[in-house]
Nanobody, 127 residues
Framework: QVQLDESGGGLVQAGGSLRLSCAVS????????MGWFRQAPGKEREFVAA????????KYSDSVKGRFTISRDNAKNTVYLQMSSLTPEDTAVYYC????????????????????WGQGTQVTVSS
């Protein structure tokens, strides 16, 4: 019932920036949690960033905190991930996901808590 469409991936130099977009079908409810995850070859899918659609809270993984920013545009039904100071370790397929039934308290970082996923967009950071 929920459709997510990521875009904006590409090839960038280390130290550069990139902005990912995730278009969400319909109008998200304010209590939805929107998240970004990434998966590199041979590695588990890991949490990157997430926010409640209302904008009331945000959470970042330690590896990206201070470099990445998650945001959303209500009018466009779109969530963004602005990535700066990129390193080769950021190379991965980035996935947008939504948790339509979030628990109260801290935003979930477990991918099993998210019930809908986009197809992913490739981000490659060269040395």
């Amino acid at each position: 019932q929920v459709q997510l469409d990521e875009s904006g991936g590409g090839l960038v130099q280390a130290g550069g920036s990139l902005r990912l977009s995730c278009a969400v079908s319909g109008r998200p409810f304010s209590y939805y949690v929107m998240g970004w995850f990434r998966q590199a070859p041979g590695k588990e899918r890991e949490f990157v960033a997430a926010m409640r659609w209302s904008g009331s809270s945000k959470k970042y993984s330690d590896s990206v905190k201070g470099r990445f920013t998650i945001s959303r545009d209500n009018a466009k039904n779109t969530v963004y991930l602005q990535m700066s100071s990129l390193t080769p370790e950021d190379t991965a397929v980035y996935y947008c996901a939504t948790d339509r039934s979030p628990l109260q308290g801290p935003i979930a970082t477990n991918k099993l808590e998210y019930d809908y996923w986009g197809q992913g967009t490739q981000v490659t950071v060269s040395s």
